[in-house]
């Protein structure tokens, strides 16, 4: 039998990749039935990049009767690692790697604006972003590592696809049309940012936020960016000089000859088509106005103002503020402020001490004191004086700086280390009062003043159907008995109760009032007659009063707002709940790279606390499960997902 193919679509950045993911998602069915299979996709993202690293084809099972694509932008950057198990697996297939490339002056705009957009990137464009430009010496080694492999080029231009886009494209290099019975999405999937938007999340980057809530409002730009119609999946040439192009262009020139003859047959050597435009007028980006900052932040607020308000609240609680955090601090804040309508004035930052300038010099806003007492031997008892003195005048906030001087000249000191232990306590106790306050109390009086829908976070539709399209993506069928844990007005069970059968939605939450206004205003009395959904109130978990043990839980948006006490009883209580039953928890978290103190010491409905994965992951084997960690799963608020499990169960 003559062997199937398995073509490889390797994604460089910004060459419509997350649009063909998209489109083979979409397209499965239609795929499937011409011989082609898209599986194996991460739910969320719909990439198969992380299948670069060999212990993710555990357990995958391909049809030796069927072609397969696989698609993923990380397997440019790690293809030529690719370890001999992987290359056994794919011994039964052929393999086509297909590589779009886009001219290099763009790409290098491309690649910028993605990793500034969702990676943290501070720098600036001439900043080295180590990505490789060399496509024909990819190309070369990619031969060398797979010698039986077929190498497809196509050039990320309009006027070089197949049919004129780039799904036509794709499909013609498996032999097939684009006609019209596949589905098309009109949409931009993973726009580049204008450049003042990108600009603007490069002041955010360089604020040294927690990476998730990073990826948070990063996200919430774009979405303010698809809601204006301000993107595009051909970014303009703005972000260089046309000269600085051509330059660029001159230096890959050679290698994007040969690919043109090698690969395409080319004789004329000509790769990409489109030239670089000339532009007499042309001029490098002015910077960042307050008046565009401003007009992004209130439309970031119409979208969730919630998120600013924690953006503000993080911001006022930096302590350690190196240079460039001092510069977009000082240029967002007053705008913060006055999006937010706080009655208050904005006081400039100012670098914190022993904070890096960019010239690599010590800023110390107590310096002169320090040279003055370089001679004395009891500096170190001077300084915890003056901290001392400062603390008597009610400046715990200075007298904690002054004493962190004290500090360094005399790390072991017990009495200079026993008033920092409690300046940090009295500022954390500060800072947690003021967060309380911001924070709405739990109830009927806060969900009369809001709403039910914005009591569980608002975002209505799109979190409740991101949810239900996770779970049947995982195995939820309507036969299967659902657990939806602080199940709230029904923004996810409203689409659970109407897919599965009569009596397999079981609800748990704590307020009553939210359940019974999910009932009137979202479900409908008369399909909850039809389905029968069974509710539980308990603010303890208390699941052993449901009449069934569920196959599926999720908890979406649950640890969120709770501490690791109140977690450890909800995975506890579960497990107990099922028993020998199999059965498959997923929950939602936000993630931080360093154990985090949440924004008060109990759980609260409105209160935010974060999670390293380390502790979710340890939180459940406590607890008697297994673990599996899914990350990111397309989630607005960028909240990841955990997989608890039963031992046995994939």
């Known amino acids: 039998m003559e062997k199937k193919t398995i073509y490889f679509h390797i994604g460089t950045h910004k060459t419509g990749t997350t649009a063909l993911q998209k489109f083979f998602v979409d397209n499965r069915e239609v795929l499937e039935k011409k011989g082609f299979r898209y599986d194996f996709y991460n739910d969320s993202e719909m990439n198969q990049g992380y299948l670069v690293k060999p212990e993710k084809w555990e357990g995958l099972i391909f049809d030796e009767n069927k072609n397969y694509i696989i698609s993923g932008e990380d397997f440019y950057s790690h293809i030529l690692n690719i370890p001999r198990v992987i290359k056994e697996r794919l011994s039964d297939f052929n393999v086509n790697f297909v590589v779009y490339f886009k001219r290099q002056d763009l790409m290098k705009q491309s690649v910028y604006n993605q990793i500034v957009k969702m990676h943290g990137f501070t720098k600036e464009i001439t900043a080295d972003n180590h990505y490789n430009l060399n496509y024909y010496?990819?190309?070369?080694?990619?031969?060398?590592?797979?010698?039986?492999?077929?190498?497809?080029?196509?050039?990320?231009?309009?006027?070089?696809?197949?049919?004129?886009?780039?799904?036509?494209?794709?499909?013609?290099?498996?032999?097939?049309?684009?006609?019209?019975?596949?589905?098309?999405?009109?949409?931009?999937?993973?726009?580049?940012?204008?450049?003042?938007?990108?600009?603007?999340?490069?002041?955010?980057?360089?604020?040294?936020?927690?990476?998730?809530f990073r990826t948070q409002l990063s996200r919430l730009v774009v979405k303010s960016?698809?809601?204006?119609?301000?993107?595009?999946?051909?970014?303009?040439?703005?972000?260089?000089?046309?000269?600085?192009?051509?330059?660029?262009?001159?230096?890959?020139?050679?290698?994007?000859?040969?690919?043109?003859?090698?690969?395409?047959?080319?004789?004329?050597?000509?790769?990409?088509?489109?030239?670089?435009?000339?532009?007499?007028?042309w001029k490098p980006f002015p910077g960042l106005t307050k008046e565009v900052a401003q007009t992004i932040l209130q439309k970031m607020a119409e979208l969730d103002k919630q998120a600013l308000e924690q953006l503000y609240q993080l911001i006022m609680a930096t302590?350690?503020?190196?240079?460039?955090?001092?510069?977009?601090?000082?240029?967002?804040?007053?705008?913060?402020?006055?999006?937010?309508?706080?009655?208050?004035?904005?006081?400039?930052?100012?670098?914190?001490?022993?904070?890096?300038?960019?010239?690599?010099?010590?800023?110390?806003?107590?310096?002169?004191?320090?040279?003055?007492?370089?001679?004395?031997?009891?500096?170190?008892?001077?300084?915890?004086?003056?901290?001392?003195?400062?603390?008597?005048?009610?400046?715990?906030?200075?007298?904690?700086?002054?004493?962190?001087?004290?500090?360094?000249?005399?790390?072991?000191?017990?009495?200079?280390?026993?008033?920092l232990e409690e300046y940090r306590a009295l500022l954390s106790e500060k800072l947690n009062e003021k967060t309380a306050a911001a924070i709405p109390p739990e109830g009927i009086e806060t969900i009369n003043a809001i709403g039910h829908r914005d009591y569980v976070g608002g975002l209505w539709e799109e979190i409740g159907q991101l949810q239900f399209n996770f779970l049947v993506a995982q195995g939820l069928k309507p036969e299967h008995t659902l657990l939806d844990i602080a199940c709230?007005?029904?923004?996810?069970?409203?689409?659970?109760?109407?897919?599965?059968?009569?009596?397999?939605?079981?609800?748990?939450?704590?307020?009553?009032?939210?359940?019974?206004?999910?009932?009137?205003?979202?479900?409908?009395?008369?399909?909850q007659a039809e389905k029968h959904p069974e509710f539980v109130i308990s603010a303890c978990f208390e699941f052993d009063h449901f009449s069934k043990v569920p196959d599926y839980a999720i908890a979406q948006s649950l640890f969120t707002h709770l501490v690791e006490e109140d977690i450890k009883a909800c995975l506890k209580n579960l497990k107990a709940f099922a028993g020998d039953k199999s059965l498959t928890f997923f929950a939602t978290f936000f993630e931080c790279e360093t154990p985090q103190k949440g924004e008060l010491d109990t759980s609260h409905s409105h209160a935010k606390f974060e999670y390293t994965r380390a502790q979710m992951e340890q939180f459940g084997k406590e607890t008697g499960w297994q673990v599996k960690y899914i990350g990111d799963w397309n989630h607005p608020r960028g909240q990841k997902m955990v997989k608890y499990f039963i031992k046995g169960q994939a």
Do not use: C, W
Request: glycine share 8%; aromatic share 10%; charged share 25%.
């Open 319 to 419: 302590s350690e503020r190196k240079q460039e955090f001092v510069q977009s601090a000082n240029f967002l804040m007053p705008l913060l402020i006055k999006t937010l309508n706080k009655n208050t004035e904005f006081q400039p930052f100012t670098v914190s001490s022993f904070a890096a300038a960019p010239d690599h010099t010590v800023i110390n806003p107590f310096e002169a004191i320090t040279k003055a007492l370089a001679g004395s031997n009891g500096n170190a008892d001077i300084l915890r004086e003056v901290a001392l003195a400062f603390e008597r005048s009610g400046d715990i906030q200075t007298a904690f700086k002054v004493m962190e001087q004290a500090h360094f000249l005399r790390p072991q000191g017990p009495v200079i280390k026993q008033k």
């Open 488 to 527: 709230g007005s029904l923004r996810g069970g409203v689409h659970f109760i109407n897919y599965l059968n009569p009596g397999n939605y079981l609800g748990l939450d704590k307020e009553q009032e939210l359940i019974n206004r999910g009932i009137e205003h979202e479900l409908g009395k008369n399909k």
């Open 137 to 212: 010496d990819f190309l070369k080694k990619l031969e060398k590592q797979f010698p039986e492999g077929k190498l497809t080029v196509r050039v990320y231009e309009k006027g070089q696809f197949e049919g004129g886009s780039i799904f036509s494209d794709f499909l013609k290099i498996l032999n097939l049309d684009l006609t019209n019975e596949y589905q098309v999405e009109k949409k931009v999937v993973n726009p580049s940012l204008t450049t003042e938007k990108m600009e603007f999340t490069r002041y955010l980057n360089r604020l040294g936020l927690p990476i998730g």
């Open 225 to 281: 960016a698809l809601e204006s119609n301000e993107v595009s999946l051909f970014r303009k040439q703005d972000l260089i000089s046309p000269q600085q192009a051509k330059k660029l262009l001159a230096q890959y020139e050679p290698g994007n000859q040969a690919i043109a003859k090698e690969f395409l047959g080319r004789e004329d050597g000509k790769l990409f088509y489109e030239e670089v435009t000339e532009d007499p007028n």
